[in-house]
């Protein structure tokens, strides 16, 4: 079980889908989240909606409450 705690556009999260691993990922801007919850739907079932949670807010929030095998984190920009 894998945790995207930075999930963008669910590339990375959709590569990890792919190779058959189940998938949770949180985003934490509302627009983003709000996209990505509507691409999703649109999907349907078939894209592998059994293996894959989509969580809105700080990943932080998420984290602690569950067990996971692999933490992934993928920053959007390099550290200044």
Known sequence: KI???MAGLLHDSWI???????VESCEENL???LLL???LKRLGPDFGADHFKLH????QNWMAT???ELLYL???FEAS
């Open 3 to 5: 945790f995207d705690a």
């Open 16 to 22: 990890f889908l792919n190779a058959g691993a189940k």
């Open 31 to 33: 627009v983003i989240y």
């Open 37 to 39: 919850r509507d691409a």
């Open 56 to 59: 809105y807010g700080p990943f």
């Open 66 to 68: 569950m067990n996971y």
């Open 74 to 76: 993928d920053p959007m």
